[in-house]
């Protein structure tokens, strides 16, 4: 094969959590990756330092979601136990929490500003908060079930989520109105992705599908079916020509969207892939799930080229069959970066397929590393206690003012 682009190559392989991974980020250096897990840790693995990596166990329930700040001095982490944590990942350091839910929290996302945090629940309600005081802001909660996913779009201006009434929704941060309702008739999404250019949303669904909403024009974009199982993550290349996918299939995706069509069908995991996450810079990517393993790939996504794609696909078929593999439609109507056209279909999945389990990369696991566990210092070592009712009662009445249950203010925000 020698001329033709590069394939995506496993890197290191991780294992430490001692229950499922949720999910991953990259910190915007790209020299650590956090992960969420039902163990109710957060592990922040060192990709330079892979002998020093820190665990953060300040949660008493699974954590379901995590993010970084963008200039990668906070980390937030969501949980079961309806509360959310606001942390400095280093070993030593402050941290801070706030009672954010009355009922498990789901997802949490900075905005490009680094000044409000996006926190979605189990009781139906989107928050806004202010990072500094934790401070509630205002509460998007036209949602008639469980919020699996709220995010951020690039500029911080808009709001998507994701929810198990099989709806996507899309907010203005600023007005508070919902401006773009997208329903899904046969499963409610998982997970959802903004393009980097801000105009579009991937949604994973529970129907074993992956579809690309216009934002703009209101419209379906794309459709694929690349999956035998649910899709749970998505995660767009930085470039916007690739989109990343996870299924509890086991088997990780790569699509290019420019031609609408799979290129890469990735295995390595042993069960559900939970969560997918690519580096700022595209250069790396990683997968993560119900097996406890964190895989760190280098994606050689900036070598591909379409025009070699069929060639490459035969040299590789030898290696992977693909009989039986899901077909993928695309709609018309194209923008922002996915291809265009009239609807089309294939009936044969061409992906190269690539298989990690006998590489040098996959059998030195990286198992021998020291996990620290950090010690975290709270302005306020004796959160409130309230009994359920006067919880609920407390949290209804400060809310309707804009208010929100605080503890004082912890000084590392400043």
């Given at each position: ?27 915007p ?68 929490e ?185 250069e ?25 794609f ?5 040299l ?15 709609s ?51 959160p ?22 605080m ?8």
């Amino acid at each position: 094969m020698q001329g033709l682009f590069c394939d995506p190559t496993l890197e290191r392989h991780f294992t430490g959590h001692t229950s499922a991974i949720t999910q991953l980020r990259f910190s915007p250096d790209g020299n650590q990756i956090a992960s969420s897990s039902m163990d109710s840790t957060v592990i922040l693995w060192n990709l330079k330092q892979a002998a020093r990596c820190i665990r953060f166990g300040a949660h008493c329930s699974p954590v379901y979601g995590v993010a970084w700040s963008p200039k990668g001095n906070l980390v937030a982490s969501g949980s079961h136990d309806r509360t959310v944590k606001i942390w400095e990942p280093k070993v030593r350091g402050y941290s801070s929490e706030f009672l954010a839910h009355s009922k498990p929290v789901r997802s949490v996302d900075f905005d490009n500003t680094g000044q409000q945090l996006l926190t979605a629940s189990d009781d139906k309600s989107v928050k806004l908060w202010r990072v500094s005081r934790r401070q509630f802001v205002t509460s998007f909660s036209q949602q008639t079930h469980w919020v699996r996913s709220a995010k951020f779009n690039p500029n911080g201006k808009l709001v998507a989520t994701v929810c198990d009434d099989k709806s996507l929704r899309i907010y203005e941060v600023g007005s508070g109105r919902c401006v773009r309702l997208f329903t899904e008739e046969h499963a409610a999404p998982r997970q959802l992705a903004w393009h980097p250019w801000g105009n579009m949303v991937a949604v994973a669904l529970g129907c074993n599908r992956i579809k690309i909403f216009d934002i703009g024009e209101s419209e379906l974009l794309q459709l694929y079916v690349v999956h035998s199982s649910p899709v749970t993550d998505v995660a767009f290349h930085p470039s916007g020509n690739f989109l990343l996918s996870g299924s509890e299939d086991g088997t990780i995706r790569i699509l290019d969207l420019l031609e609408g069509r799979p290129i890469y069908t990735l295995n390595g995991h042993t069960g559900s892939v939970n969560a997918v996450a690519f580096s700022q810079d595209g250069e790396k990517f990683a997968t993560a799930g119900a097996d406890r393993q964190l895989l760190v790939w280098q994606s050689n996504l900036h070598t591909y080229d379409a025009n070699q794609f069929e060639t490459k696909s035969a040299l590789a078929s030898s290696c992977c069959d693909t009989s039986g593999a899901s077909s993928f439609k695309q709609s018309s109507g194209a923008g922002g970066g996915c291809a265009g056209g009239s609807t089309s279909s294939k009936s044969n999945d061409l992906s190269i397929c690539i298989d990690p389990r006998q590489s040098s990369a996959y059998q030195a696991l990286d198992e021998n590393f020291q996990v620290l566990d950090s010690e975290h210092t709270k302005q306020d070592d004796t959160p409130q206690k309230l009994d359920q009712t006067a919880q609920a009662t407390a949290s209804s009445w400060l809310q309707r003012r804009g208010l929100d249950l605080m503890q004082p203010k912890s000084r590392f925000f400043d």
